[in-house]
């Protein structure tokens, strides 16, 4: 039986040390939880709690999930054709689906603006892949960001160049009750979480192809470009993907090449690996 992982404010104070051992297990194959609770410095017991709390499954299966071969594995079992997502129900059975996800889109107008008359507020937190950045406006979350690969500075610039003439104001306050939903909704406790999606028309169909991947399922780009009627558009897509503004919530790790490789990810690729396999482990692939 898999273990309830912690909540995803408390695992985000693990990830430091759940991001070193991440990085040793899918470096150093068939490490022993000796030898891994060694290099953490913890005894052997305290790193399997801790790991387990975290990822869910002990540190041996999670290693398997980092493999090379995972999102090929992936590909093969657990491929979405968003074409007929739809119609099968397979989108229905998503995760943030059934937890109250709302969206909606900025108008083309506010879009051409570059954000100006728009006040965005803004906080830090710790999330349960590192330290993150979450921005709202007053309609719901516009931009989450995860800071450990690129630096807090970075990714600051990232989401505020975005939205140039937009004002934008530090405000924990205001963003406590978005992140306490994010929190919510990761954590699998019901919790209507809104999005602002604030993007050009080709990237709000590609975020809205994204939303449409269940929960430890993935698609390829070349999908994503035939489900929103440009298939030749799939370089495209992929920049489009790579421009998803809310991390993790509209999912831009669910899409890989078709080869079977990860692509690229914005905020990391350790960062999209983790969170694939996290996913995989919550869901049970590969366990039977």
């Keep these: 039986m898999v273990a309830h992982p912690a909540p995803p404010l408390e695992q ?5 040390l759940m991001r070193r051992a991440i990085e040793r297990l899918d470096a150093g194959r068939d490490l022993s939880l000796d030898q891994i609770a060694d290099e953490m410095n913890l005894s052997p017991a305290h790193f399997q709690r801790v790991f387990s709390r975290w990822a869910g499954i002990s540190p041996k299966r999670f290693q398997q999930y980092l493999t090379l071969g995972h999102a090929k594995a992936l590909l093969d079992a657990r491929f979405t054709t968003l074409a007929t997502a739809d119609e099968t129900g397979l ?3 998503g995760r943030l689906h059934d937890l109250f996800l709302r969206w909606e889109a900025m108008s083309p107008g506010d ?3 570059k954000g100006a008359g728009l006040t965005i507020r803004h906080a830090s937190a710790d999330g349960p892949f590192g330290p993150m950045i979450a921005m709202a406006t007053d309609r719901g979350l ?7 690969e690129t630096g807090p500075e970075a990714a600051m610039r990232d989401l505020c160049g975005r939205w140039p ?9 205001a963003l406590a009750p978005h992140i306490e939903g994010f929190a919510a909704t990761l954590d699998g406790r019901p919790a209507e979480t809104r999005l602002h999606l604030i993007g050009a028309p080709f990237q709000i169909k590609v975020w809205e192809a994204l939303l449409r991947i269940p929960t430890g399922h993935v698609t390829t780009y070349g999908e994503i470009a035939g489900a929103i009627g440009a298939p030749r558009a799939v370089r495209a897509v992929g920049t489009a993907v790579g421009r998803n ?4 919530l509209i999912p831009c790790h669910r899409a890989i090449r078709a080869t079977g490789g990860l692509g690229g ?5 350790p960062v999209k690996r983790a969170i694939l396999a996290h996913e995989a482990a919550s869901t049970g692939f590969g366990t039977g």
Aim: charge should be neutral.
């Design 12 to 16: 985000g104070y693990y990830w430091p």
């Design 91 to 93: 989108s229905g059975t």
């Design 142 to 148: 516009c931009g989450l960001a995860f800071t450990a």
């Design 111 to 113: 879009y051409a603006r």
């Design 265 to 269: 990810y914005h905020w990391g690729l």
């Design 245 to 248: 503004p809310v991390s993790l």
């Design 165 to 173: 003439n937009a004002r934008f104001v530090e405000d924990a306050a």
